[in-house]
């Protein structure tokens, strides 16, 4: 009885305390994301573009061979964006290499 008593209380302190962990990981993921947008903002005022990373040419050139996995994935190599971020920065760039690309 005094052993089950003890799991119950520490699988409630357990759940307790990954509850409160996860809440404070979502306020400070809503904090950096309004930092991030204010940055933008700061940015696009003073008429400052963020510098394009180093590499992006390998990415470009698997896109043009129709290598879209593996562009993504040489991005995330280089820029270390998650797999969304990712995903949509190769999709972006696809677009403007395709209307670079010249007309057969």
């Known amino acids: 009885m005094n052993t089950m008593f003890l799991l119950v209380v520490l699988l ?45 040419d390998e990415v470009r050139a698997l896109i043009r061979e129709d ?6 994935k040489a991005y995330r190599r280089i820029t270390g964006a998650g797999l969304a971020e990712a995903k949509r920065a190769v999709e972006d760039l696809a677009v403007t290499v395709q209307k670079a690309a010249p007309r057969a």
Not at 25 to 53: C, F, T
């Open 12 to 56: 409630g302190t357990a759940g307790w305390i990954t509850s409160t962990v996860s809440l404070r990981v979502k306020s400070l993921q809503l904090q950096a994301d309004r930092a991030e947008r204010r940055l933008a903002l700061v940015l696009d005022h003073l008429g400052i573009e963020e510098p394009e990373p180093a590499g992006l």
């Open 67 to 72: 290598r879209t996995i593996a562009a993504i």
